[in-house]
């Protein structure tokens, strides 16, 4: 989603969206009218928990705001959750994913060897991939036109397995690829300049310790001296 005035481009790899040419970190959330940042890098907090059932309005505030707005120089996300009324309303729903619904990933499925469905080294082909994502709503009246309530509940259960393959050169093409005569003279000029830098790093620091050592030692005389000269005058 890229608000009007904003870009979906991130200007700092942190936050959803940039508005009014502000960084990512510089939209200011708010949850029923209360503050709903992340205290340490300024995105959504709760407010990116929320049920989508459970909102009664949402909205993006860009450009000239009105007095009672404040706080950042981009966006003003506002959303305000449900409440309960003197009729029920109940909602609940799933989202499901499961492996035996899923293709096998591509490199997975071309890699050689290993049993029909198996790879070389005994797992499967298609790792496990089930999700289950839960959403429940419940509104209705306590006390008629007076007192209502409304609770909301979203749930995610997921398992999921990680298949790892590492594929290398052949042993045909390897040796020739390592002991060809431009590779070995990449090689050695790479570690020539390894073991130089290594050299002149070392070199720097030393130089560096003696210097902080000599200045250490002069700003010492020159105290001492100021002191004596101190205790000549009382």
């Known amino acids: 989603m890229t608000p009007p005035g904003g870009t979906g481009v991130e200007t700092n790899g942190i936050g959803p969206f940039s508005v009014n040419g502000q960084r990512t970190q510089a939209n200011n959330y708010l949850l029923d009218g209360v503050d709903s940042n992340d205290l340490a890098i300024n995105i959504p907090d709760s407010i990116g928990q929320i049920s989508p059932n459970a909102l009664a309005e949402f909205r993006i505030v860009t450009g000239a705001m009105k007095a009672e707005y404040g706080r950042n120089g981009g966006a003003v996300v506002e959303a305000i959750t449900r409440s309960g009324g003197n009729q029920w309303h109940a909602t609940a729903e799933e989202v499901f994913r499961n492996t035996k ?5 591509f490199f997975q499925n071309v890699s050689p060897g290993g049993a029909p469905g198996f790879l070389p080294s005994g ?3 298609k790792p496990q991939w ?3 994502d839960y959403d429940a709503n419940l509104g209705g009246p306590i006390k ?5 309530f409304f609770v909301s509940y979203l749930g995610f259960r997921r398992r999921q397995g990680v298949n790892r393959l590492a594929r290398s050169m052949s042993g045909s093409n390897w040796p020739a690829s390592v002991e060809s005569p431009l590779c070995s003279q990449l090689l050695c000029r790479v570690q020539l300049l390894v073991t130089n830098t290594q050299r002149l790093m070392m070199q720097a620091v030393q130089a560096g310790r003696r210097l902080l050592s000599a200045f250490a030692s002069s700003c010492i005389r020159v105290f001492r001296k100021i002191t004596q000269e101190g205790e000549k005058c009382f």
């Open 130 to 132: 089930n999700t289950n």
């Open 123 to 125: 797992a499967p082909r």
């Open 144 to 148: 008629k036109d007076k007192t209502f």
């Open 101 to 105: 619904l899923n293709a096998t990933p």
